[in-house]
């Protein structure tokens, strides 16, 4: 189905399916399908694929430091557990997207590299920059927080600000 062919009765459906309670799993075909969804509609809106990516980067990262940090929590270790959480994570969005098509269109690059991966990397190193500049700052401040949200606040800085630059640079 192309996008602008795509209803306001089809984006609805899509999106109370998206935020219909499910179980919570780790890693779930319908997060990969939503994360693909996702791109959709915000192409659909207009959206620039760069803006797109980096959010799916920092919400790759964010689902990596969660599910180790769950194991780490359950003192489930095995070896390479992280360098396998990291590939199977970044496989599960990836994935799916290139093989949707999402990579393969050539006016969507800059300098070479797809919009969407540019994104996606940008994001991630972005997210992963923030979440570590929390963990330095607060170990440095007595195992605590300088302000209240910290821990929210810190990793998504770095991804409003690259989404600013982007949105001024793709003008």
Same mark, same amino acid.
């Not at 219909?20 to 779930?28: E, G, H, N, S």
């Not at 990516?53 to 940090?69: A, D, K, P, Q, R």
């Not at 990836?94 to 098509?101: E, H």
């Not at 797809?114 to 007595?142: M, Q, R, S, V």
């Given at each position: 189905m192309k996008?602008s062919?795509?209803?306001?009765?089809?984006?609805?459906?899509?999106?109370?399916?998206?935020i219909?309670?499910?179980?919570?799993?780790?890693?779930?075909p319908?997060?990969?399908i /939503?994360?693909?969804?996702?791109?959709?509609?915000?192409?659909? $809106? !207009? =959206?620039?694929?760069?803006?797109t *990516?980096? &959010?799916? %980067?920092?919400?790759?990262?964010?689902?990596?430091?969660?599910?180790?940090?769950w194991?780490?929590?359950?003192?489930?270790?095995?070896?390479?557990?992280?360098?396998?959480?990291?590939?199977?994570?970044?496989?599960?969005v990836?994935?799916?997207?290139?093989?949707?098509?999402f990579?393969?269109?050539? /006016?969507?690059?800059?300098?070479?590299?797809?919009?969407?991966? $540019? !994104? =996606?990397?940008?994001?991630?190193? *972005?997210? &992963?920059? %923030?979440?570590?500049?929390?963990?330095?700052?607060?170990?440095?401040?007595?195992?605590?927080?300088?302000?209240?949200?910290?821990?929210?606040?810190?990793?998504?800085?770095?991804?409003?600000?690259?989404?600013?630059?982007?949105?001024?640079?793709?003008?």
């Open positions: 996008l062919r795509l209803t306001p009765a089809t984006l609805i459906v899509a999106i109370i399916l998206a219909k309670p499910i179980i919570a799993r780790a890693v779930c319908v997060c990969t /939503a994360v693909a969804s996702g791109v959709g509609l915000s192409r659909y $809106l !207009g =959206i620039d694929d760069i803006i *990516g980096l &959010w799916i %980067g920092g919400l790759i990262v964010s689902m990596i430091m969660w599910t180790i940090g194991l780490q929590k359950k003192h489930i270790s095995f070896p390479g557990r992280n360098i396998i959480i990291i590939l199977a994570y970044i496989a599960l990836v994935l799916p997207l290139y093989f949707s098509g990579f393969s269109h050539e /006016a969507s690059c800059v300098c070479g590299i797809n919009k969407l991966l $540019l !994104g =996606i990397i940008n994001g991630t190193l *972005g997210f &992963w920059t %923030g979440a570590e500049w929390y963990t330095y700052l607060k170990i440095h401040h007595g195992n605590k927080a300088y302000f209240p949200f910290q821990k929210v606040v810190m990793p998504l800085l770095p991804l409003v600000i690259l989404s600013l630059l982007f949105a001024q640079l793709i003008k």
